[in-house]
């Protein structure tokens, strides 16, 4: 899959549109586009609830937060994810005993902290602020508990980035409604 986006990339880019199965989740154009779009509603999504929080009338939305999001998503989210499925998918096939429970703990208990992590790093960049890290575990903690349950379904290989992307959209609305 690798091979066939950097062939895609030398030939100019994609020759057909982000649609059909194949092309849904497993192409590389796609999954980034998907990912900063998604990304960047999670945090209008959170912005709407603060406003609806503090009943805020005013139409201001910080236009901001939103496109961070989405750079996030596009630069971040959408290939670190495709390329871990993918090498997830050859490192630990299907065909081996526990798979699928293999595949949650490497999900877990090492993607997961990592990547909450760059999530902090890239955000703290993009806002040009400076983290806590002991404000990283609480979340990691949180992400364990209620991510793991979507994230361990089985689902097709050309739609896991695509349900993550999902599941990730209200997780980014969460650590987005926390605040600066």
Not at 127 to 138: F, L
Request: glycine share 4%; charged share 15%; net charge positive.
């Amino acid at each position: 899959a690798a091979t066939r986006w950097a062939r895609r990339r030398a030939e100019g880019g994609p020759s057909r549109a982000c649609v059909g199965k194949d092309q849904l989740s497993m192409s590389p154009d796609c999954v980034l586009v998907h990912s900063a779009i998604l990304s960047a509603f999670s945090n209008f999504l959170a912005q709407m609830i603060e406003k609806k929080r503090k009943k805020d009338n005013s139409q201001n939305l910080d236009v901001t937060g939103p496109l961070r999001y989405a750079i996030y998503g596009f630069f971040f989210t959408g290939p670190v994810s495709h390329f871990f499925y993918l090498f997830m998918e050859s490192w630990i096939p299907s065909e081996v005993p526990l798979a699928g429970v293999k595949r949650l703990l490497l999900d877990r208990l090492l993607f997961a902290p990592a990547f909450l992590l760059l999530f902090f790093l890239v955000m703290n960049f993009l806002e040009t602020q400076y983290m806590c890290i002991t404000h990283t575990y609480p979340r990691v903690h949180i992400l364990w508990q209620l991510y793991t349950p979507p994230i361990s379904i089985h689902k097709p290989m050309h739609l896991r980035v695509l349900f993550a992307n999902l599941v990730a959209l209200f997780w980014y609305a969460y650590l987005a409604s926390l605040g600066k």
